[in-house]
C-alpha cells in the first residue's frame, strides 16, 4: 500500500476548522448577497418591460453552490431564468471562489434565435460596456 503523505501545508489546514468556517460564512453572505439581487432585479421596471419569453418570471429565481466548477467552488444566481428542451434564456450571476463575480446572458434555441440580430448588431457598443465596467 502506497504511503500516505501530507505536506506540512496540508497537514496545517487539515488540523485547523476555521479556514472552512470562514469558507461557510462568505457563502452564506454571497447565498444574500443573491438574494438581494434578484429582489433589486425583480423589481426594477426594465424587467417587467423587457421582452422575455413567456412565463419566465414565473420560475423565479435559483440560487445553488457546487464545490468544483474548474476544480474551484462556485454560486450561481439564475435570474431571470427559462429552460424548456433546447430553448433556453438565462442572466446567471456567478460568484467563481478565488476568481471572480460574471454576469452572463445564456441564450440556446428559439431564444437565441430571437436575441441574436439585436446582439450582433450592439456588439462593439457591448464589448465597450465590458471595458467600461472591468
Not at 469558507?23 to 438581494?36: A, D, P, S
Not at 457546487?66 to 454560486?75: A, F, M, N, Q, S
Amino acid at each position: 500500500m502506497e504511503q500516505f503523505g501530507l505536506t506540512p501545508q496540508e497537514r496545517a489546514i487539515v488540523t485547523d476548522a476555521s479556514w472552512i468556517f470562514h469558507k461557510l460564512n462568505i457563502t452564506q453572505k454571497v447565498y444574500e448577497l443573491f438574494g438581494r439581487l434578484h429582489e433589486v432585479l425583480a423589481a426594477h421596471p426594465l424587467t417587467a418591460r423587457f421582452p422575455l419569453p413567456e412565463g419566465c418570471l414565473s420560475h423565479g429565481a435559483k440560487i445553488s453552490k457546487g464545490e468544483r466548477y474548474r476544480d474551484l467552488p462556485y454560486v450561481i444566481l439564475d435570474y431571470p431564468r427559462y429552460f424548456k428542451g433546447n430553448n433556453i434564456f438565462a442572466i446567471r450571476t456567478l460568484f467563481w471562489w478565488g476568481r471572480c463575480f460574471s454576469l452572463t446572458l445564456h441564450l440556446s434555441g428559439d431564444e437565441k434565435s430571437r436575441f441574436e440580430k439585436k446582439l450582433l448588431a450592439a456588439r462593439e457598443l457591448l464589448q465597450l460596456m465590458a471595458f467600461t465596467f472591468a
